[in-house]
């Protein structure tokens, strides 16, 4: 009970001609929605925004927003369900195990999940609490430019609050999972400086395609989703070369790859495949420092929209 909550509902408009949505009423005052203003046309996506106010309202909530459009005038009926507990009860409930200073949180790390380089940057909340004897100042955070973090000016004794994370991935600009860190400055006389790791994983959306769109959509093929080194002597690089197809009717673009293990590389000869064409993957393992079995993956991020990521297994035996 920190704070409002937030949720999206997205859609895309899969009828022949252009909507609109007239209106959205909630069936409670402690719900506010918001919705797509502009027309969406066919393909298209909209949105409806509710934001859940718990304060005052402890315990299991069932709550419902009505959307009409101008489509055939059948309303559509949205449902956000939920649980609302204070801090303090979560942290009774072994739920806020994590100490930092004076300050309780459910871990020492922050994952955003799965987040999306070509859509709005993501936010996500994290409950804290101040288990101390005095009042906690939140006085800045240091983190890179791409997360923007909003944190509460002060949590006085036993009371908690939300530490507000949101992620740009397009200015991140990185595909797969990727490791951040962020400093939160306070005055808390146990830890006043709190390092936190940023976890998430960025891809690419893709909306619901039609089947005809889908007929011209690119396709990468793999020749194989496993590349056996064999057996490698210590302190040799390891090259293997695999067929990577476009079976599409269109480009298909490499848009990462990304092994995760140093000792891995790989590249293409061409980012960029026209469709019915092929490129060469080229692989390498360096067996530097490593001995006996070995296996490692790589992770393909293309604009392949069925199959945006795709993974092959490394293996080798290191003498």
Same mark, same amino acid.
């Given at each position: 009970?920190?704070?409002?909550?937030?949720?999206?509902?997205?859609?895309? !408009? !899969?009828?022949?001609? +252009?909507?609109? #949505?007239?209106?959205?009423?909630?069936?409670?005052?402690? +719900?506010?929605? %918001?919705?797509?203003?502009?027309?969406?046309?066919? %393909?298209?996506?909209?949105?409806?925004? /509710?934001?859940?106010? =718990?304060?005052?309202?402890?315990?299991?909530?069932?709550?419902?927003?009505?959307? +009409?459009?101008?489509?055939? %005038?059948?309303?559509?009926?949205?449902?956000?369900?939920?649980?609302?507990?204070?801090?303090?009860?979560?942290?009774?409930?072994?739920?806020?195990?994590?100490?930092?200073?004076?300050?309780?949180?459910?871990?020492?790390?922050?994952? &955003?999940?799965?987040?999306?380089?070509?859509? @709005?940057?993501?936010?996500?909340?994290?409950?804290?609490?101040?288990?101390?004897?005095?009042?906690?100042?939140?006085?800045?955070? #240091?983190?890179?430019?791409? #997360?923007?973090?909003?944190?509460?000016?002060?949590?006085?004794?036993?009371?908690? %609050? &939300?530490?507000?994370?949101?992620?740009?991935?397009?200015?991140?600009?990185?595909?797969?999972?990727?490791?951040?860190?962020?400093?939160?400055?306070?005055?808390?006389?146990?830890? =006043?400086?709190?390092?936190?790791?940023?976890?998430?994983? #960025? @891809?690419?959306?893709?909306?619901?395609?039609?089947?005809?769109?889908?007929?011209?959509?690119? /396709?990468?093929?793999?020749?194989?989703?496993?590349?056996?080194?064999?057996?490698?002597?210590?302190?040799?690089?390891?090259?293997?070369?695999?067929?990577?197809?476009?079976?599409?009717?269109?480009?298909?673009?490499?848009?990462?790859?990304?092994?995760? *293990?140093? *000792?891995?590389?790989?590249?293409? @000869?061409?980012?960029?495949?026209?469709?019915?064409?092929?490129?060469?993957?080229?692989?390498?393992?360096?067996?530097?420092?490593?001995?006996? +079995?070995?296996?490692?993956?790589?992770?393909?991020?293309?604009?392949? =929209?069925?199959?945006? /990521?795709?993974?092959?297994?490394?293996?080798?035996?290191?003498?």
């Amino acid at each position: 009970d920190s704070g409002a909550a937030d949720h999206e509902f997205r859609f895309t !408009n !899969n009828s022949s001609r +252009t909507i609109r #949505i007239i209106s959205v009423e909630a069936s409670c005052g402690c +719900t506010t929605p %918001g919705w797509s203003t502009d027309p969406i046309p066919n %393909g298209k996506e909209g949105f409806v925004k /509710v934001s859940y106010n =718990p304060k005052g309202r402890p315990g299991y909530f069932n709550k419902s927003l009505t959307v +009409t459009t101008d489509f055939d %005038g059948s309303p559509v009926t949205l449902q956000i369900k939920g649980q609302v507990v204070n801090a303090k009860t979560l942290s009774a409930r072994g739920e806020l195990p994590v100490e930092n200073g004076n300050l309780k949180l459910k871990s020492n790390s922050f994952n &955003l999940g799965k987040v999306f380089i070509n859509q @709005e940057p993501t936010t996500v909340e994290f409950v804290v609490l101040n288990t101390g004897a005095r009042p906690i100042k939140f006085t800045n955070v #240091i983190g890179p430019s791409y #997360i923007k973090s909003q944190v509460p000016d002060s949590l006085g004794v036993n009371e908690s %609050g &939300l530490i507000k994370l949101t992620y740009d991935a397009a200015a991140r600009n990185q595909y797969g999972f990727v490791s951040d860190n962020i400093q939160i400055q306070t005055d808390d006389e146990s830890v =006043p400086l709190k390092s936190f790791p940023v976890y998430t994983s #960025i @891809e690419e959306f893709f909306l619901p395609m039609s089947a005809n769109e889908l007929s011209k959509a690119p /396709v990468l093929y793999l020749e194989s989703s496993v590349v056996d080194f064999a057996r490698l002597m210590q302190g040799v690089v390891g090259e293997q070369e695999i067929a990577l197809k476009n079976n599409g009717k269109n480009d298909l673009l490499i848009r990462s790859l990304q092994p995760n *293990c140093s *000792c891995v590389t790989a590249s293409v @000869e061409q980012m960029r495949v026209k469709a019915g064409a092929e490129t060469k993957l080229i692989i390498t393992f360096s067996t530097e420092g490593r001995k006996n +079995t070995q296996q490692k993956s790589l992770t393909i991020y293309s604009n392949d =929209p069925q199959n945006p /990521v795709q993974r092959i297994t490394l293996m080798a035996y290191i003498e």
